[in-house]
């Protein structure tokens, strides 16, 4: 991996193949990962690396399937806007923002879902990916009603419209099947599969909250993708959004209603500046290279990795998550050779008396910061406990204290502190944006065909978020593992 990841060594190796071409889309078998290394020792599947690539510039690319070269192809079959299945009433047509989302960065994450889902007997493949298409806009239709800021446009740094435009919605289908696919699933394919792109000016000029794109592969397995703004969303709040749509398309009887309650407790500054940061910053003409790979722990991985951290017999072992951000920071430290700071987001809903409902939504976080020097040797131990002392910062006397207008003041320091360290080009500490998103329920997002093989992040090559080096933290379908994908200037990959 070079010298970002010093301690890991993967292989390019694909997935377990299911029937040939799966034309009927039947595969009950499960989709695995192969052996890998951790620390230069042999183990059984523990992490894994897939190579990065930058972003596609059409819809047909080449792919490597059993050592021949393939092409993917990507056919667009509709656009259109889904609007809620019932109007806003007037009294919700303006959606304010809460000052924790007027101070995030607006920018699109896109988060995939794959399915195999089993084709019923006697019915032609035509007829099930119709079926499936329609019952996708019907029940995301139905859901936009109490998800109404979703179908609005973002204004401004201050509210969303909720004038029921509609959700920007596209359809694809491909010409591989999807085990093919996920082989090999460089960020070059990953992206193809999603609705938003960089240079997309027309899309970014409308602000969708939102946006969705279906793909149907030639084996009937589909993968949604939601392209969901960070000015409405975090984490978790795709989550629900997700688990909502799903429940709503199989005709559960329980379902999932969002709260509102963000800019009640974190109310707005209305005379802040209007206009948001960029989406997207343009491509500078000096702007550094970014490689983006993907790493993937399984519980064996972790185990050991946890109890590396826990040196000494009074050590208690990590969380899964904080051990993996050590190492990643234990790892970007020694390449960087100069002092650096971790920033981490930290859910807030449950810090706050009584504690919110998992299903609030907007940016309910804020950052922990972690300080570190520029010794290259430093124990993996004490990386893990600076993480854990900077979370444990937000607590619930945290989140009393930046309520009120002193608390105004308090978030607006801490946001100047955070741009002079990420963005200022005279900085001399090097900083890394590592965000966990474990445990949200990703996997359990049946839309009636079953619960998602795999669930990921996908990003390209470019910082488009403006961060420098980032990375997400996803658990993997087992539960018990963790995939993290990590972008860094390529000098450190």
């Given at each position: 991996?070079?010298?970002?990841?010093?301690?890991?060594?993967?292989?390019?190796?694909?997935?377990?193949e299911?029937?040939?071409?799966?034309?009927?889309?039947?595969?009950d078998?499960?989709?695995?990962?192969?052996?890998?290394?951790?620390?230069?020792?042999?183990?059984?599947?523990?992490?894994?690396?897939?190579?990065?690539?930058?972003?596609?510039g059409?819809?047909?690319?080449?792919?490597?399937?059993?050592?021949?070269?393939?092409?993917?192809?990507?056919?667009?079959?509709?656009?259109?806007?889904?609007?809620?299945?019932?109007?806003?009433?007037?009294?919700?047509?303006?959606?304010?923002?809460?000052?924790?989302?007027?101070?995030?960065?607006?920018?699109?994450?896109?988060?995939?879902?794959?399915?195999?889902?089993?084709?019923?007997?006697g019915?032609?493949?035509?007829?099930?990916?119709?079926?499936?298409?329609?019952?996708?806009?019907?029940?995301?239709?139905?859901?936009?009603?109490?998800?109404?800021?979703?179908?609005?446009?973002?204004?401004?740094?201050?509210?969303?419209?909720?004038?029921?435009?509609?959700?920007?919605?596209?359809?694809t289908?491909?010409?591989?099947?999807?085990?093919?696919?996920?082989?090999?699933?460089?960020?070059?394919?990953?992206?193809?599969?999603?609705?938003?792109h960089?240079d997309?000016?027309?899309?970014?000029?409308?602000?969708?909250?939102?946006?969705?794109?279906?793909?149907?592969?030639?084996?009937?397995?589909?993968?949604?993708?939601?392209?969901?703004?960070?000015?409405?969303?975090?984490?978790l709040?795709?989550?629900?959004?997700?688990?909502?749509?799903?429940?709503?398309?199989?005709?559960?009887?329980?379902?999932?209603?969002?709260?509102?309650?963000?800019?009640?407790?974190?109310?707005?500054?209305?005379?802040?500046?209007?206009?948001?940061?960029?989406?997207?910053?343009?491509?500078?003409?000096?702007?550094?290279?970014?490689?983006?790979?993907?790493?993937?722990?399984?519980?064996?991985?972790?185990?050991?990795?946890?109890?590396?951290?826990?040196?000494?017999?009074?050590?208690?072992?990590?969380?899964?998550a904080?051990?993996?951000?050590?190492?990643?920071?234990?790892?970007?430290?020694?390449?960087?050779?100069?002092?650096?700071?971790?920033?981490?987001?930290?859910?807030?809903?449950?810090?706050?008396?009584?504690?919110?409902?998992?299903?609030?939504?907007?940016?309910?976080?804020?950052?922990?910061?972690?300080?570190?020097?520029?010794?290259?040797?430093?124990?993996?131990?004490?990386?893990?406990?600076?993480?854990?002392n900077?979370?444990?910062?937000?607590?619930?006397?945290?989140?009393?204290?930046?309520?009120?207008?002193?608390?105004?003041?308090?978030?607006?320091?801490?946001?100047?502190?955070?741009?002079?360290?990420?963005?200022?080009?005279?900085?001399?500490?090097?900083?890394?944006?590592?965000?966990?998103?474990?445990?949200?329920?990703?996997?359990?997002?049946?839309?009636?065909w079953?619960?998602?093989?795999?669930?990921?992040i996908?990003?390209?090559?470019?910082?488009?978020?403006?961060?420098?080096?980032?990375?997400?933290?996803?658990?993997?379908?087992?539960?018990?593992?963790?995939?993290?994908?990590?972008?860094?200037?390529?000098e450190?990959?």
């Amino acid at each position: 991996m070079g010298e970002l990841i010093q301690d890991l060594h993967s292989r390019e190796d694909g997935l377990t193949e299911g029937p040939e071409g799966c034309p009927q889309g039947h595969y009950d078998g499960q989709v695995s990962f192969p052996v890998s290394k951790v620390h230069g020792k042999q183990s059984n599947g523990h992490v894994y690396s897939f190579p990065s690539s930058g972003i596609a510039g059409s819809r047909s690319i080449h792919l490597s399937v059993n050592q021949k070269t393939a092409y993917m192809d990507i056919e667009i079959i509709s656009k259109e806007e889904i609007k809620p299945a019932s109007p806003t009433p007037p009294e919700l047509r303006t959606f304010r923002f809460s000052i924790l989302d007027q101070l995030t960065r607006d920018s699109y994450t896109n988060i995939l879902f794959f399915f195999f889902p089993r084709k019923q007997r006697g019915t032609y493949l035509n007829d099930v990916i119709s079926q499936r298409s329609r019952c996708l806009k019907e029940s995301l239709s139905k859901t936009l009603v109490p998800f109404y800021p979703l179908a609005g446009k973002i204004k401004d740094n201050l509210h969303i419209a909720c004038n029921d435009d509609g959700v920007y919605y596209v359809e694809t289908q491909t010409n591989i099947g999807l085990l093919d696919f996920l082989r090999k699933p460089e960020n070059e394919f990953m992206n193809q599969l999603c609705p938003f792109h960089p240079d997309s000016t027309e899309l970014l000029s409308k602000s969708y909250p939102i946006m969705v794109q279906v793909n149907i592969f030639y084996c009937s397995g589909i993968a949604i993708c939601l392209s969901a703004s960070h000015k409405i969303f975090d984490g978790l709040s795709v989550s629900t959004f997700m688990q909502s749509w799903a429940a709503t398309a199989r005709e559960s009887t329980v379902q999932i209603n969002p709260s509102f309650i963000s800019s009640s407790l974190f109310p707005p500054i209305l005379d802040m500046y209007q206009d948001s940061p960029p989406v997207v910053s343009k491509p500078q003409k000096n702007e550094p290279k970014y490689a983006t790979s993907r790493f993937v722990f399984d519980s064996s991985a972790l185990a050991a990795l946890k109890s590396k951290a826990a040196i000494s017999t009074s050590s208690a072992k990590p969380s899964s998550a904080k051990a993996v951000m050590g190492l990643l920071w234990k790892s970007a430290i020694a390449a960087w050779k100069v002092r650096s700071v971790l920033f981490i987001p930290v859910n807030l809903r449950t810090k706050v008396s009584p504690p919110l409902s998992p299903h609030s939504l907007g940016n309910i976080v804020w950052l922990a910061r972690a300080k570190c020097c520029d010794n290259p040797k430093l124990e993996l131990e004490l990386l893990i406990n600076k993480i854990s002392n900077s979370i444990g910062t937000m607590n619930a006397d945290f989140v009393e204290s930046i309520n009120g207008e002193n608390g105004i003041q308090k978030l607006m320091g801490a946001l100047k502190d955070f741009h002079e360290v990420f963005y200022d080009p005279n900085s001399m500490a090097e900083c890394i944006y590592i965000s966990s998103i474990r445990k949200t329920g990703f996997y359990e997002a049946d839309f009636g065909w079953g619960k998602p093989i795999w669930t990921c992040i996908a990003r390209g090559n470019r910082d488009l978020h403006g961060l420098g080096n980032i990375a997400h933290l996803i658990e993997t379908k087992s539960g018990d593992g963790i995939e993290a994908l990590v972008t860094m200037k390529e000098e450190y990959m």
